[in-house]
T-cell receptor, first 112, second 114 residues
Framework: NAGVTQTPKFRILKIGQSMTLQCTQD?????MYWYRQDPGMGLKLIYY???????DKGEVPNGYNVSRSTTEDFPLRLELAAPSQTSVYFC???????????FGPGTRLTVL | AQKITQTQPGMFVQEKEAVTLDCTYD???????LFWYKQPSSGEMIFLIY??????QNATEGRYSLNFQKARKSANLVISASQLGDSAMYFC???????????FGSGTKLNVKP
């Protein structure tokens, strides 16, 4: 099993550009999450999904959109990138309940 | 509102000694989960230990134990017999009652000295 994979690993965007961060899991987890981690800080939840077709906002959803058309994939869309979105983005999945989340390796995004 | 607080930005511990990393939380959920994660300098998030709010006994996983004091709303991580490889950032996290949302603290950077 590959677990949770994220692409790309690194990306530099110009202000106003858009991009999609890809996340795929092969553990058949219903729950998937997107977090951002700013330098020296903990993770903050952007969006989450409890199954295909079901998504909801987390703590910091502004400037982002998500979709969940399949169990495996949970892409995160950034529209009109801003310097404040410079961060490391982690995708995670889990089966809910007492099981933990399994994290991807992260995407380091810089907006200049 | 749910909140996780880690008041120790950085800590040092001598190799082979025990260390306690503090975590307090606030929530209005009737049940919740408490987690600890390790983040080495390489950046990945590694799950260490889980405690359910209704669990009577403190969780243990190898050298990690969670000192859960529900009335004080604290969930401290205890690492016994520290090793050099334990040097990393440690994050406390809390899940909502339905595990839909997770809230993370700001982390504690642990340095293990030889």
């Amino acid at each position: 099993n590959a677990g949770v994979t994220q692409t790309p690993k690194f990306r530099i965007l110009k202000i106003g550009q858009s991009m999609t961060l890809q996340c795929t899991q092969d553990m058949n987890h219903n729950y998937m999450y997107w977090y951002r981690q700013d330098p020296g800080m903990g993770l903050k939840l952007i969006y989450y999904s409890v199954g295909a077709g079901i998504t909801d906002k987390g703590e910091v959803p502004n400037g982002y959109n998500v979709s969940r058309s399949t169990t495996e994939d949970f892409p995160l869309r950034l529209e009109l990138a801003a310097p404040s979105q410079t961060s490391v983005y982690f995708c995670a999945s889990g089966s809910g309940g007492t099981d933990t989340q399994y994290f991807g390796p992260g995407t380091r995004l810089t907006v200049l | 509102a749910q909140k996780i607080t880690q008041t120790q930005p950085g800590m040092f511990v001598q190799e082979k000694e025990a260390v306690t990393l503090d975590c307090t939380y606030d929530t209005s959920d009737p049940s919740y989960g408490l987690f600890w994660y390790k983040q080495p300098s390489s950046g990945e998030m590694i799950f260490l230990i889980y405690q359910g709010s209704y669990d009577q006994q403190n969780a243990t996983e190898g050298r990690y134990s969670l000192n859960f004091q529900k009335a004080r709303k604290s969930a401290n991580l205890v690492i016994s017999a520290s090793q050099l490889g334990d040097s990393a950032m440690y994050f406390c996290a809390m899940s909502s009652y339905n595990f839909n949302k997770f809230y993370f603290g700001s982390g504690t950077k642990l340095n293990v000295k030889p």
